[in-house]
Every structure is written in C-alpha cells, then in structure tokens.
C-alpha cells in the first residue's frame, strides 16, 4: 500500500509498544516517519526495522513535556524530510496508585507526558500544518478515560486528551485539518505486562481473564490500534474529525 505516499509523520512514544507499531505501519504506507521516544536509542530498532522494510526513518530523542526539546524535535523531522502531514501523539506512562497512596510526583508525570505532551506537539506541528493548509493529528486516550480503580491520573489525563482532541478539530478544521482520537482497551505491550507484574498478577493469566470479558474473545495486539491510526490519517478519512475511536474488541 502507499495511500501515505509522500507525506511526513511523526510518532511520539514510538520506541516501543503502540507506537513501534504505528510507526511501522505508517511507512508499510508510504510515509516517511520521525520516530520519537525519549532517547534515541530508545527508537533505533523501529528505524532500522522500517530501513529494512524499505521505508524512510529518523530517531529523534525528545521529552515530549518540555517544550524546547518538542520544539527541537518537530524542526528537526521537516528539517530532515522538507515537511510535516501527520502527528501521533502516542507517548505515556504509568504510575497507577490508588487516590490516597498517589503522590503529588505521580499525578504531575502522568499529566505532564500524556496531556501536556500532546498539546506541545500539537502546537509545534500545527504551523506548518497550517501553513500548507493540510494536516493530520491522532492523539491515544483509553478506555480508562471513562474510570478506572487505581488510574485517578491516567483516567483524567486521557478524558482529557479526548476533550482537547474535539477542541482541536474545531480549532483546526478550517485549515483542512483533521484531528482524532484513538481510545485502546487491553492491549498487550511492555507497559501492560508491566504493570501486572507491579501489582503481582502474572501477565499471561492477567490476559487470559481479560479475554474472557471481551467480547471477541482476546486482548488487543499493537497492529490492531495502528491499524486504526494509519486509517485516521489517510485521505480515506478526510471527512473524520473530532471523533474518539474505540479500539477494545466490544467491550462496554
């Protein structure tokens, strides 16, 4: 496929987990991709993998809550590729506790990663999305957005993001760009498997029981969220925009 032909993305947490995945798919389609995480090491091994694949790729280290180092970051992918189409505001992290155990750190690092994150990439990569009157922007919320026993911060931070993603749309239509969200259930990656073995459960019984309440029977794979986002950001989707997308095989 190269529906992504000629355009330039970027892909924020994509070292590993959803947004490795994402990425690779975005240049399975074409696009040429700027693969951020928070140090370029960290994003080698997608780079590589999509260089073998035959795709175009760059590794750019970048603390998406630092607006210098996201300012820095953007300049450099349309310094290096001559432009900008399409940002996947994917980076986050975990630090789940229950409300009164939650420190003050904990809350800070969820917000300022996930929802602080998002709207400096949004913000750096919407000028020159604007200045060619064209522009994608695909931002990961959660299911847990709509609650979750020991998530207070990642709950918020991705209810959040699914306000400032229908904000966005409206803001940024006019300039014929479309911004959307994307709201995984259970997915199986690094981060998941680390959390069950924070709290004690071991992981392939943890998806064993979650794939009992799904609906179609299994827990997510990395593909199935980048299948979604290589959607979202493909003309296929020109007039989708201010939408959240539930990728959670059914669940309620």
């Not at 290096?80 to 505001?89: A, E, M, S």
Request: proline share 2%.
């Amino acid at each position: 496929m190269s529906r992504l032909q000629g355009k330039v993305a970027i892909v924020t947490g994509a070292g590993r987990g959803i947004g490795a995945a994402t990425a690779k798919r975005l240049a399975q389609d074409g696009a040429k991709v700027g693969v951020l995480d928070l140090k370029e090491e960290a994003c080698l091994e997608v780079v590589e993998q999509i260089q073998a694949a035959g795709g175009e790729a760059v590794a750019v280290g970048c603390n998406v809550a630092v607006a210098e180092e996201v300012e820095q970051a953007v300049e450099k992918v349309v310094g290096h590729f001559g432009r900008l189409d399409i940002l996947v505001n994917n980076a986050g992290v975990l630090r789940d506790n229950l409300l009164f155990k939650m420190s003050e750190d904990d809350w800070d690092t969820v917000m300022n990663v996930h929802l602080k994150g998002s709207f400096l990439a949004s913000r750096a990569a919407q000028k020159h999305m604007v200045k060619q009157g064209y522009g994608k922007i695909v931002n990961t919320s959660s299911t847990s957005a709509l609650g979750n026993r020991g998530q207070a911060n990642y709950s918020a931070a991705k209810a959040g993001l699914q306000g400032f993603t229908k904000t966005l749309a409206i803001e940024l239509g006019p300039f014929n760009i479309n911004v959307n969200a994307v709201a995984p259930g259970f997915i199986a990656t690094d981060m998941t498997r680390a959390t069950a073995e924070r709290i004690g459960i071991d992981f392939e019984e943890n998806k064993k029981l979650a794939s009992e309440r799904i609906p179609l029977r299994r827990v997510g794979q990395p593909e199935d969220v980048a299948n979604v986002v290589a959607f979202l950001v493909s003309d296929d989707a020109s007039y989708v925009s201010g939408q959240v997308i539930y990728v959670n095989g059914g669940s309620r």
